[in-house]
């Protein structure tokens, strides 16, 4: 057995490639011995800006030799058929065995494949697996054709064992295998020779490098942490952040500095990102007050002023992008104050898509809308129009311009600074809401308002210019538009007919869009398709909610026995008249008479269809579904009792109109639930 | 810092240029065109296509007019200056004569944060990219190290490196200033020193205002027009001259209607004009003209065309 240590070593990996490479590594060079035959009892990838390591321990070294027995054609076969056969297997005539088989004497062989020493193997895959490496992106450099993330510039390749380290000897595009290595950039420059994993990590630590991503996290994260807190500080946490940082450096050294006084009155969002964005900064909260008022940035090295310097020139960069957000705040909230219109009227200069116009004309359409829809989701019209008109006015600050992700929250902060109603100015920042499937739903009655409009809007847009999603293409985002009208209707309760704010032209498809967002939506709850599809059959099924509220009761009332009963009783009541309508040429739908009852079951049925119908009309106009379910489950046994005791086609016709028409009031009394016909089972 | 620190803005170029001719590059002067970046520069562009191989180094003034903030904001100008160094084919020790670039100009290495920060270049109006970094000190990018992958549509082969020093953010930290315009441009010791203001701040005021308001878009428009046509028409003639008979392709005429052309899109940005749909089909447009002068510079002697032997 021996131990494989491989390190590629080359110029600044990207942060956000490494752990992904090191796993890349460590599957493919893992899977091509296997597939070689070389075993092995463990392995584990490591990077770090300059380098991807890996190490494999317990690996065979050699692979086995295997012995492998092939049959091939018949003794008396012609000479070209043995041929072909000898020449396939790589084999000689006299490799073959002949034998006596119930079919004849057949000729076997026996191939032998001579097992390979490890570094042979390790030598191929490693080579090949450089050639090949997937990265996201790859160039290449000098006078070469190879390429890597960065220029490659040394392979250090050893087996080791308790006889000591061998170097796996391998060349690629003249960069020849070996077993050194280099420390930190500037702390320890120097060529280290290496002997094994263990000799690897800890030479290495002692150049100051920490090999693992995970290990400089943690001592980031504690150390960041712990300098917060000694001062009454908190760190703003940020998982992302930290394992960005973490590709960054190799020897992290944590400083904490000030953020000038001049800045703490900009909003924490705006220090916040630009501090991450710009400067990879975390953000750091007094405590007490929860504000902003320091950072946390990770040098890659000590010094001996410890970080003074490094930490004076970090805050000074801080100041002069802070000083730009600063700049760019007080412009926007000097326009914001005085007339936000200006910024109405470059969005006249924003193309939305170039067949939907501008985004001013969006936004027209948008007001619009709000305010046809403002009744319905019981916000005021008027105010609600105004919000949409201002949702997007922030798109023209200077502050979105840079940084595009406070879209939003920058109209927020504006429209409240200009004095309109906060209502409007929140709506600014929720409209855009929900952005995914666990994101918040707007919950004010203005914010639901624009944010409806808005996709609605862009809805109908792209429906009008047939721009539909298709299969996994949806570069609009309609889907998530889609769902986003129907979470928010849901979430809210809201009646909103989808018919009266959908051009008629396109309409009927884009309801069935609407549909069949809510079936993935609806399924994900539990929701059967044929359940919703019997729901969406029924009148009213452009509002949402109603939709959803009948196919929540369907749904449950299905799960009681009587409700999975009364389905079969409802179908073969509807079997037997369609079949009888079909044949007599006429609809029974009218007429029938209790007097012509002959048994206590089908007085029975009268008694209970009389009573359900009054219960379920008044819970049907109240949209009480789960009342008018519960009441029409309760006709299972009465229906059951009357089929299991009477005979429909009686010799009577008048008996069995009478029937007829009784079956037929099943079915109108059932169907004005749902249709239930479109239930499976 | 120590005593080799540099006391003005004009030491630190000195030194570069120092640096760079002692490691062997051609210095050369700025191009005389305005343009947006160091890579303008056919020193950069054009030479770093073709077989050939490349070492220069040169100061170029350079001009992004949407950047003007009337001489205030400590750090953003117009008008500012690029240090660019280009060397083809990229040497194995480009990333250490880089930082000993930065030793050179008086940055500790031993007090001092150096980092490399993945950043991929792409200029969609040259239709290059490349792969390399910002070049972060404590935090500030101090330059733009690259490795050209592609340009003017080109595959680079051999690959050139390029670093790229925004001298006025260098310099301001070396020299300790927090406002560009407070920064001496000459010794502060000398019989009349200078700040970069004395020399920068009317100048920044004069150009933010005619930038952003006053220039003439109609007559800018013309010129790109013009600029487009005379690109075409140049690259149109025949590589023979008829007149002395010789092979002469005339790449480096044309690229400048393509530099001006690209210059003066700029301007227009920087007035307002350009919406987002048109600002596409500009790019492309000056893209085309790049594509086109690269085409024709692959075909001349400087670019690695081999002629037959008469």
Redesign the interface.
């Given at each position: 057995m021996t131990d494989l240590l491989i390190e590629l070593f080359s110029e600044e990996i990207p942060a956000r490639m490494q752990t992904r490479a090191a796993n890349d590594l460590k599957k493919l060079v893992t899977d091509g011995m296997v597939e070689a035959g070389l075993t092995y009892a463990s392995a584990a990838a490591f990077s770090t800006p300059r380098r991807l390591t890996l190490t494999v321990e317990g690996m065979l070294d050699a692979s086995p030799t295997t012995v492998e027995e092939r049959k091939g054609p018949k003794a008396d076969a012609p000479e070209k058929a043995i041929e072909g056969f000898l020449r396939g297997a790589g084999l000689t005539r006299d490799d073959l065995e002949e034998r006596e088989t119930p079919k004849g004497n057949i000729f076997f062989a026996k191939i032998t494949k001579e097992g390979r020493p490890a570094a042979i193997i390790v030598a191929e895959v490693l080579e090949r697996t450089i050639r090949n490496f997937p990265w996201p992106k790859s160039m290449r450099w000098g006078n070469g054709t190879l390429k890597w993330v960065r220029p490659l510039h040394s392979i250090l390749c050893i087996t080791s064992s308790e006889e000591g380290a061998t170097v796996v000897p391998l060349e690629v595009d003249g960069i020849i295998s070996g077993n050194t290595t280099r420390g930190h950039r500037f702390l320890s420059p120097d060529n280290i020779t290496v002997n094994n994993f263990d000799d690897y990590t800890s030479k290495l630590k002692s150049a100051h490098v920490v090999l693992d991503a995970q290990e400089r996290a943690d001592a980031i994260w504690n150390d960041a942490t712990n300098q917060a807190f000694a001062t009454g500080f908190k760190v703003v946490e940020d998982a992302g952040l930290l394992t960005e940082v973490a590709g960054l450096v190799e020897w992290p050294v944590v400083l904490m500095g000030e953020i000038g006084e001049d800045f703490l009155g900009l909003p924490a969002e705006v220090l916040q990102t630009s501090m991450r964005e710009h400067q990879k900064f975390f953000s750091v909260r007094n405590a007490k007050t929860g504000r902003i008022e320091r950072f946390i940035t990770v040098a890659n090295r000590t010094t001996v002023d410890n970080g003074a310097t490094i930490l004076t020139g970090n805050q000074k960069v801080l100041s002069a992008r802070l000083a730009d957000a600063k700049f760019f705040w007080e412009n926007d909230l000097r326009v914001a104050k005085s007339d936000m219109s200006v910024w109405l009227k470059s969005l006249e200069n924003v193309t939305f898509h170039n067949k939907l116009g501008t985004q001013a004309e969006l936004v027209n359409r948008m007001a619009t809308l709000a305010h046809k829809l403002a009744p319905a989701v019981g916000a005021d019209p008027d105010m609600a129009e105004k919000a949409a008109r201002l949702a997007k006015a922030d798109l023209s600050s200077e502050m979105v311009y840079e940084f595009p992700e406070l879209q939003g929250l920058m109209g927020r902060y504006y429209i409240e600074a200009s004095g309109e109603d906060a209502q409007i100015a929140a709506a600014a920042e929720e409209h855009y809401a929900p952005l995914g499937p666990s994101d918040d739903v707007p919950k004010a009655p203005v914010s639901i308002t624009v944010s409806l409009a808005e996709k609605l809007e862009k809805l109908n847009g792209f429906w009008s210019i047939d721009e539909k999603p298709t299969g996994s293409k949806d570069p609009f985002a309609l889907r998530r538009a889609a769902l986003g009208i129907i979470r928010i209707a849901i979430e809210n309760d809201l009646a909103i007919s989808l018919n009266t704010v959908m051009p008629t032209e396109h309409a009927k498809d884009l309801l069935s869009f609407f549909h069949d967002r809510l079936k993935v939506y609806l399924k994900d709850q539990g929701i059967r398709y044929d359940i919703i599809d019997a729901c969406i059959a029924m009148d009213g099924n452009d509002d949402i909610n109603l939709l959803v509220k009948r196919a929540r009761a369907l749904s449950e009332t299905l799960k009681t026995d009587d409700g999975k009963n009364l389905i079969q009783g409802f179908k073969r009541a509807n079997n037997i008249l369609s079949q009888a309508e079909a044949g007599d040429g006429v609809e029974y739908s009218y007429g029938a008479d209790v007097k012509f009852a002959e048994t206590e079951e089908e007085r029975n049925l009268f008694g209970a269809l009389d009573t359900s119908e009054v219960k379920i009309k008044p819970a049907m106009v109240a949209q009480d579904f789960a009342s008018a379910m519960s009441a029409m489950a309760t006709l299972r046994t009465p229906i059951d009792a009357f089929f299991e005791a009477v005979q429909i086609n009686s010799d009577n016709p008048t008996v069995r109109r009478n029937r007829l028409n009784l079956l037929s009031r099943i079915r109108t009394v059932c169907s004005s639930v749902a249709d239930l016909t479109k239930i499976e089972g | 810092m120590n005593s080799t620190t540099p006391r003005s803005f004009q030491e630190i170029i000195l030194r570069l240029q120092g640096y760079w001719a002692s490691k062997g590059c051609a210095i050369l002067q700025p191009y005389d065109m305005e343009v947006g970046a160091g890579t303008f520069h056919p020193a950069t562009t054009l030479r770093s296509l073709g077989s050939n191989p490349w070492a220069a180094a040169y100061v170029q003034p350079s001009r992004r007019p949407t950047d003007g903030?009337y001489g205030e904001?400590?750090?953003?100008l117009q008008h500012y200056y690029q240090y660019q160094v280009l060397i083809k084919?990229?040497?194995?020790d480009l990333?250490e004569l880089y930082l000993g670039s930065l030793a050179a100009i008086g940055v500790?290495?031993?007090?001092?944060?150096?980092?490399?920060?993945?950043d991929?270049w792409e200029s969609p109006t040259l239709g290059a990219w490349?792969?390399?970094?910002e070049v972060w000190?404590?935090?500030?990018e101090v330059s733009q190290f690259t490795?050209f992958?592609q340009v003017g549509g080109h595959d680079?082969?051999?690959?050139s490196?390029e670093l790229t020093y925004g001298l006025e953010r260098l310099a301001m930290?070396i020299l300790e200033c927090?406002h560009v315009m407070d920064m001496p441009f000459n010794d502060p010791d000398a019989p009349i020193p200078l700040k970069y203001g004395d020399i920068f701040k009317q100048t920044e005021e004069e150009y933010a205002r005619w930038n952003f308001d006053v220039a003439n878009t109609e007559v800018l428009l013309r010129h790109f027009e013009e600029a487009e046509v005379e690109c075409q028409a140049i690259l149109s003639q025949a590589f023979d001259d008829p007149k002395t008979g010789k092979r002469i392709i005339m790449a480096h005429p044309a690229y400048d209607q393509c530099i001006k052309a690209s210059h003066i899109f700029n301007l227009l940005d920087a007035r307002?004009v350009i919406?987002?749909?048109e600002r596409q089909a500009y790019i492309g447009r000056v893209r085309t003209l790049s594509r086109q002068c690269a085409d024709a510079f692959v075909q001349t002697r400087a670019g690695g065309f081999i002629e037959a032997a008469e």
């Open positions: - | 903030r904001n400590p750090n953003r084919p990229s040497p194995p990333q500790d290495m031993d007090l001092h944060d150096i980092r490399f920060v993945e991929d490349g792969l390399g970094w000190c404590d935090g500030m490795y992958q680079c082969a051999p690959v490196g930290y927090d307002g919406s987002v749909t």
